[in-house]
């Protein structure tokens, strides 16, 4: 048999990633940057890099869905007698002797080595700087003198990447640039409204620069050809206008066997307003040349890279777990949990399929991504939740978005998706569970962002789950609005005109019998969990200054709304086998064996099976078996079934789609974990631990090297469902709640370390081939080593032992300090 093409394999011991070919079947992209300053990086050098918001603020320019595929980055030509090779392959293409990527955390190191030369690029945003250094090394591994022409290229983006590519006549006419040295300026707009600049920086003599595009790359020719760098000769051009970049030109000799660094260097500046010039025109370079100073030399980036890794291992070193099985390790340990941290900091607006100008942060989206970081960074988990809440308004309802930049909610998309509301209680109480902060109850939170409206935060969770009560069907179930968590089942949409965005359009909602089954699960499941937090509140955890509230009182209130709830979906949402998904308009049927098309939906299994409804009369078991007869295939489960194979009017988006795509019957990673919670809740660890496996990219890796073709170390959105006509694809790499759903069940109900308010509750739901493993928590002020021994059990803890002593119960109560637990099922 001919063997498998591969493109690169795991390196756990570095926690890298490593492509040893660049033609990589999609643009396999890594993340740079933790806080403020962000960059995207293809396995090529293609992408680019944004400051907080990568709408309003990007830095360089890139260029979606082009031709070639990314196209546009930071490149490095190098001319080598009439050889021009860069060492990440593109855009010349020149065939290289030696190629290699390494993705890891939050950097990248690409390598080529052409004709006796190895260039060596280390690319990463050191920990709270703005800025993206690029750490060339050029070493002549040849018996001959070396004499290279160096060029550097990055092309600057006016901003605003949506104007950027719309508004030409304008944009044309505005680019501006200073040259100083080693470095150039880019203040397009700066003499207006802007108070920032950006610029790029080698900390070297240069002996010519080029700042403007068609003069450097020739209008007739590529970024594989610039002329310039064809020629070997510089333009000094000057940018008015037009397009502004930024390129170096270094004239480099090199001994046989010498090797030498250039740090260049992409900043971003902000000034005060009346410091912005230092004359008529000039720009006020203090920061620029301090942040330039900072890092300087080989010595300062090495520390600030060696701070970066030693910044990742803490991170990493909150859970680890060692279970002999390298591919679950290295998931868990690494991949997973850095996937999660770069969903916190993109939310779904910057990646290879989301353009960075479509979305900001979503309020559903960015409560779910907290339970992939919240053991990490708790106080930034704090913050995010606090500004999540802040764009709710006094109904509860809430922004469907919100802009990093301004933290506002955003206009464009608006509120009216139904499901929002139950997450902030689903992301509040991680975070308290997490920390055993409870104080975050008391903040003062504002609506809408409104100064003066502000409530404690405790105040917005109730207003929450009430939203969804006084928002109930004919059936008592929840209303859907204009969608639940599946965007693309638009029940009162009814549209006919291409131009309607299926999620802001609300043609009919008057007199709406859409009722979701997502929506009551998701409330149960969030209800019981509110519940539980008024019970703790009422027994005196919280000192709560602002509230007066009698906490007793609201945990009756909402345990009957909960139960109402459960009796509703046991009487009018259940269909013999599985639970339906919805009501539509008129009040008919969704997911159903009645339906043509669409009989069974996965949401509502999985919401459902994770609030056990009617699991005392086998219908959670009986759900859970129809997913794995109806939903699930080879590569995970889709979405739904039969796919629709025609537009429903009164479904709206979901039917647009062709079969076996997005929520067409796509399988949509993100909810595949709900069912596999719901079968760890049941005990069925044989089953969990087979949907798991489907779709854990280390297990699949081979798949992706062909048939998922996106990146082979993080999940994506979507993988075609068994109605696609190619299943087994894979899209929307990265930015996913996939992320944080997989670490989630993995590593609370799968390895069944679950965080609790009074210490670590202890519940694993394991295959029964599962051998003893042991997990490392760091979990507040203490650190526990957890060992587990299943026995060939897959549910069911039998002797806990804390510090050698027996326990009672399955929660390892909280102490802080060192701790050894011994765990018998
Ligand atoms: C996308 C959205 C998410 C939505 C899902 C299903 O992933 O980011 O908010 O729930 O699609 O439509
Ligand atoms: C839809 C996508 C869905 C996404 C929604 C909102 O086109 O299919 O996944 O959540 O748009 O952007």
Same mark, same amino acid.
């Given at each position: 048999?001919?063997?498998?093409?591969?493109?690169? #394999?795991?390196?756990?011991?570095?926690?890298?990633?490593?492509?040893?070919?660049?033609?990589?079947?999609?643009?396999?992209?890594?993340?740079?940057?933790?806080?403020?300053?962000?960059?995207?990086?293809?396995?090529?050098?293609?992408?680019?890099?944004?400051?907080?918001?990568?709408?309003?603020?990007?830095?360089?320019?890139?260029?979606?869905?082009?031709?070639?595929?990314?196209?546009?980055?930071?490149?490095?030509?190098?001319?080598?007698?009439?050889?021009?090779?860069?060492?990440?392959?593109?855009?010349?293409?020149?065939?290289?002797?030696?190629?290699?990527?390494?993705?890891?955390?939050?950097?990248?190191?690409?390598?080529?080595?052409?004709?006796?030369?190895? =260039?060596?690029?280390?690319?990463?945003?050191?920990?709270?700087?703005?800025?993206?250094?690029?750490?060339?090394?050029?070493?002549?591994?040849?018996?001959?003198?070396?004499?290279?022409?160096?060029?550097?290229?990055?092309?600057?983006?006016?901003?605003?990447? =949506?104007?950027?590519?719309?508004?030409?006549?304008?944009?044309?006419?505005?680019?501006?640039?200073?040259?100083?040295?080693?470095?150039?300026?880019?203040?397009?707009?700066?003499?207006?409204?802007?108070?920032?600049?950006?610029?790029?920086?080698?900390?070297?003599?240069?002996?010519?620069?080029?700042?403007?595009?068609?003069?450097?790359?020739?209008?007739?020719?590529?970024?594989?050809?610039?002329?310039?760098?064809?020629?070997?000769?510089?333009?000094?051009? #000057?940018?008015?206008?037009?397009? /502004?970049?930024?390129?170096?030109?270094?004239?480099?000799?090199?001994?046989?066997?010498?090797?030498?660094?250039?740090?260049?260097?992409?900043?971003?500046?902000?000034?005060?307003?009346?410091?912005?010039?230092?004359?008529?025109?000039?720009?006020?370079?203090?920061?620029?040349?301090?942040?330039?100073?900072?890092?300087?030399?080989?010595?300062?980036?090495?520390?600030?890279?060696?701070?970066?890794?030693?910044?990742?291992?803490?991170?990493?070193?909150?859970?680890?777990?060692?279970?002999?099985?390298?591919?679950?390790?290295?998931?868990?340990?690494?991949?997973?949990?850095?996937?999660?941290?770069?969903?916190?900091?993109?939310?779904?607006?910057?990646?290879?399929?989301?353009?960075?100008?479509?979305?900001?942060?979503?309020?559903?989206?960015?409560?779910?991504?907290?339970?992939?970081?919240?053991?990490?960074?708790?106080?930034?988990?704090?913050?995010?939740?606090?500004?999540? =809440?802040?764009?709710?308004?006094?109904?509860?309802?809430?922004?469907?978005?919100?802009?990093?930049?301004?933290?506002?909610?955003?206009?464009?998309?608006?509120?009216?998706?139904?499901?929002?509301?139950?997450?902030?209680?689903?992301?509040?109480?991680?975070?308290?569970?997490?920390?055993?902060?409870?104080?975050?109850?008391?903040?003062?939170?504002?609506?809408?962002?409104?100064?003066?409206?502000?409530?404690?935060?405790?105040?917005?969770?109730?207003?929450?789950?009430? #939203?969804?009560?006084?928002?109930?069907?004919? #059936?008592?179930?929840?209303?859907?609005?204009?969608?639940?968590?599946?965007?693309?089942?638009?029940?009162?949409?009814?549209?006919?005109?291409?131009?309607?965005?299926?999620?802001?359009?609300?043609?009919?909602?008057?007199?709406?019998?859409?009722?979701?089954? @997502?929506?009551?699960?998701?409330?149960?499941?969030?209800?019981?969990?509110?519940?539980?937090?008024?019970?703790?509140?009422?027994?005196?955890?919280?000192?709560?200054?602002?509230?007066?509230?009698?906490?007793?009182?609201?945990?009756?209130?909402?345990?009957?709304?909960?139960?109402? @709830?459960?009796?509703?979906?046991?009487?009018?949402?259940?269909?013999?086998?599985?639970?339906?998904?919805?009501?539509?308009?008129?009040?008919?049927?969704?997911?159903?064996?009645?339906?043509?098309?669409?009989?069974?939906?996965?949401?509502?299994?999985?919401?459902?099976?994770?609030?056990?409804?009617?699991?005392?009369?086998?219908?959670?078991?009986?759900?859970?078996?129809?997913?794995?007869?109806?939903?699930?295939?080879?590569?995970?489960?889709?979405?739904?079934?039969?796919?629709?194979?025609?537009?429903?009017?009164?479904?709206?988006?979901?039917?647009?789609?062709?079969?076996?795509?997005?929520?067409?019957?796509?399988?949509?990673?993100?909810?595949?974990?709900?069912?596999?919670?719901?079968?760890?809740?049941?005990?069925?660890?044989?089953?969990?631990?087979?949907?798991?496996?489907?779709?854990?990219?280390?297990?699949?890796?081979?798949?992706?090297?062909?048939?998922?073709?996106?990146?082979?170390?993080?999940?994506?959105?979507?993988?075609?469902?068994?109605?696609?006509?190619?299943?087994?694809?894979?899209?929307?790499?990265?930015?996913?709640?996939?992320?944080?759903?997989?670490?989630?069940?993995?590593?609370?109900?799968?390895?069944?370390?679950? /965080?609790?308010?009074?210490?670590?509750?202890?519940?694993?739901?394991?295959?029964?081939?599962?051998?003893?493993?042991?997990?490392?928590?760091?979990?507040?002020?203490?650190?526990?080593?957890?060992?587990?021994?299943?026995?060939?059990?897959?549910?069911?803890?039998?002797?806990?032992?804390?510090?050698?002593?027996?326990?009672?119960?399955?929660?390892?109560?909280?102490?802080?300090?060192?701790?050894?637990?011994?765990?018998?099922?």
């Amino acid at each position: 048999m001919e063997q498998q093409k591969r493109y690169g #394999h795991f390196d756990d011991q570095h926690r890298e990633y490593v492509i040893t070919d660049p033609q990589t079947p999609w643009p396999w992209i890594n993340y740079l940057g933790n806080e403020d300053f962000f960059s995207l990086i293809s396995n090529t050098a293609g992408g680019y890099s944004f400051y907080k918001d990568a709408k309003f603020r990007r830095i360089t320019r890139y260029r979606y869905n082009n031709v070639p595929m990314d196209n546009g980055g930071r490149y490095f030509y190098i001319k080598d007698g009439d050889t021009v090779w860069n060492p990440g392959w593109k855009p010349c293409k020149t065939p290289l002797d030696f190629y290699e990527c390494r993705h890891g955390m939050s950097y990248t190191r690409i390598t080529g080595k052409k004709n006796g030369v190895e =260039a060596s690029v280390l690319f990463f945003v050191p920990l709270k700087k703005w800025a993206e250094v690029q750490k060339l090394t050029l070493k002549n591994e040849s018996n001959e003198v070396k004499n290279l022409k160096l060029f550097s290229f990055e092309e600057w983006c006016l901003w605003n990447a =949506a104007t950027d590519m719309e508004n030409f006549q304008r944009n044309f006419s505005t680019g501006e640039v200073e040259i100083e040295g080693s470095t150039i300026y880019h203040k397009t707009e700066y003499r207006e409204r802007r108070n920032h600049y950006a610029f790029y920086h080698v900390n070297a003599p240069i002996q010519g620069f080029d700042t403007d595009r068609e003069t450097f790359v020739g209008l007739y020719n590529e970024f594989a050809d610039p002329q310039a760098v064809m020629e070997g000769k510089p333009r000094n051009s #000057h940018a008015h206008g037009w397009s /502004p970049i930024a390129s170096h030109y270094i004239e480099v000799t090199l001994q046989p066997g010498e090797s030498k660094d250039f740090v260049f260097l992409l900043g971003y500046i902000e000034n005060e307003q009346d410091e912005k010039f230092e004359a008529p025109q000039v720009i006020n370079k203090d920061k620029a040349h301090a942040l330039i100073a900072e890092l300087d030399t080989t010595e300062k980036v090495d520390k600030a890279f060696a701070e970066l890794c030693e910044y990742w291992d803490a991170l990493l070193n909150i859970y680890k777990v060692r279970t002999g099985n390298d591919k679950l390790d290295r998931m868990v340990n690494i991949w997973n949990q850095y996937q999660c941290m770069v969903t916190f900091n993109f939310s779904r607006s910057a990646s290879f399929f989301e353009s960075g100008v479509g979305r900001g942060m979503g309020f559903r989206d960015s409560n779910q991504d907290l339970v992939g970081f919240v053991h990490q960074i708790p106080p930034r988990a704090r913050q995010r939740i606090i500004d999540i =809440a802040s764009t709710q308004f006094p109904d509860g309802g809430c922004y469907h978005q919100y802009q990093p930049l301004t933290k506002r909610g955003n206009n464009d998309i608006g509120g009216g998706f139904n499901d929002d509301p139950c997450w902030l209680i689903f992301g509040t109480v991680a975070y308290i569970k997490e920390t055993g902060d409870f104080s975050i109850l008391d903040e003062m939170v504002p609506f809408d962002n409104q100064p003066g409206s502000e409530v404690t935060l405790f105040e917005h969770l109730k207003i929450s789950m009430d #939203h969804v009560i006084k928002n109930l069907g004919p #059936h008592m179930l929840p209303l859907i609005g204009r969608a639940d968590w599946n965007d693309c089942l638009n029940l009162n949409c009814f549209s006919w005109d291409p131009n309607e965005s299926f999620q802001t359009t609300e043609n009919v909602s008057e007199g709406t019998k859409a009722e979701s089954l @997502m929506i009551a699960g998701l409330f149960v499941v969030t209800g019981k969990d509110y519940v539980a937090l008024c019970k703790k509140l009422a027994n005196g955890q919280w000192s709560m200054v602002n509230g007066q509230c009698d906490f007793s009182a609201e945990a009756e209130r909402m345990q009957a709304a909960v139960d109402a @709830m459960i009796d509703a979906v046991k009487k009018h949402g259940w269909d013999g086998e599985w639970y339906l998904r919805a009501y539509d308009f008129y009040g008919r049927k969704i997911g159903s064996n009645e339906c043509e098309e669409g009989k069974i939906f996965i949401e509502s299994q999985g919401w459902c099976t994770m609030a056990e409804i009617g699991a005392e009369d086998g219908m959670v078991a009986k759900s859970l078996d129809s997913c794995k007869k109806y939903l699930e295939c080879e590569h995970g489960m889709v979405l739904n079934n039969p796919a629709f194979t025609k537009y429903i009017y009164e479904y709206g988006e979901i039917s647009s789609y062709p079969e076996g795509y997005k929520e067409n019957a796509g399988i949509f990673c993100h909810n595949n974990p709900w069912v596999i919670i719901g079968e760890c809740l049941a005990g069925r660890g044989n089953d969990a631990w087979s949907h798991y496996a489907k779709i854990l990219p280390s297990y699949v890796e081979e798949k992706y090297q062909t048939l998922h073709k996106v990146e082979p170390y993080v999940n994506c959105q979507m993988v075609a469902g068994k109605d696609a006509f190619k299943p087994g694809e894979g899209k929307n790499s990265w930015l996913t709640g996939t992320a944080a759903w997989m670490w989630y069940t993995v590593s609370e109900f799968i390895l069944g370390i679950k /965080p609790d308010y009074d210490g670590i509750r202890i519940d694993p739901c394991l295959p029964e081939t599962a051998t003893d493993y042991t997990v490392q928590r760091k979990f507040r002020e203490a650190d526990y080593e957890i060992t587990i021994h299943p026995n060939g059990q897959q549910k069911g803890v039998k002797t806990i032992t804390l510090d050698g002593q027996p326990i009672s119960g399955t929660v390892i109560p909280y102490s802080p300090g060192k701790h050894i637990v011994e765990v018998t099922m």
